[in-house]
């Protein structure tokens, strides 16, 4: 038996969560990034804690742009 996983924001789409188009919900600790920049981005947060939730690219990048998911094209 396969389990299905969808978009966690209810758009309907089916996400493969081993996908690297996949976003995966995750909790941790961060550490705030040095006045020179040397952040390296996700890879600075420890002690990654899953939480069962995944999201479709195109629900991640609407919510990037400030929009809604549930926010109907204007276009």
Known sequence: MTLKFYCS???????DPESRYAWREVHGWERRSSPTGTRRGGSDISMR???????????????KAG???QQGSLI
């Open 49 to 63: 804690k899953p939480t069962g939730k995944v999201a479709c690219d195109g629900c991640i990048q609407r919510l």
């Open 9 to 15: 924001f209810g758009c309907g789409t089916e996400v």
């Open 67 to 69: 929009l809604s998911p």
